[in-house]
Nanobody
Framework: QVQLVESGGGLVQPGATLTLSCVAS????????MGWFRQAPGKERELVAA????????RYAKSVKGRFTISRDNGRDTVYLKMNSLKPEDTAVYYC??????????????WGQGTQVTVSS
């Protein structure tokens, strides 16, 4: 049974830094590309950042490029999202996802339950 468990969300002020973690179990982590998605109220879910299994390829949404960094520790079956210079518009539920497809922008087979990030003064 595949499980993706996110942690690290919370309430922070604009300009703050927050790091999300996602621990995977029930799959061979190095067989999967990993992504972070987010969904704000009333908006569609969007891909924020993704990394290939080897970390040779990464992809970021334009709105977060230069502020967010995705990384993974294949020894710990964990993927991270470090978010710097947070803005109120980054407020959303953030989801971790895994795909065995050879692309970072296709469909993802497995999803975590999500963690809330709220950026507000």
């Amino acid at each position: 049974q595949v499980q993706l468990v996110e942690s690290g969300g919370g309430l922070v002020q604009p300009g703050a830094t927050l790091t999300l973690s996602c621990v995977a179990s029930g799959l061979t982590f190095t067989d999967y590309n990993m992504g972070w998605f987010r969904q704000a109220p009333g908006k569609e879910r969007e891909l924020v950042a993704a990394t290939s299994a080897s970390e040779l390829t990464t992809r970021y949404a334009k709105s977060v490029k230069g502020r967010f960094t995705i990384s993974r520790d294949n020894g710990r079956d964990t993927v991270y999202l470090k978010m710097n210079s947070l803005k109120p518009e980054d407020t959303a539920v953030y989801y971790c996802a895994a795909t065995a497809q050879p692309t970072l922008i296709g469909s993802y087979e497995y999803w975590g339950q999500g963690t809330q990030v709220t950026v507000s003064s």
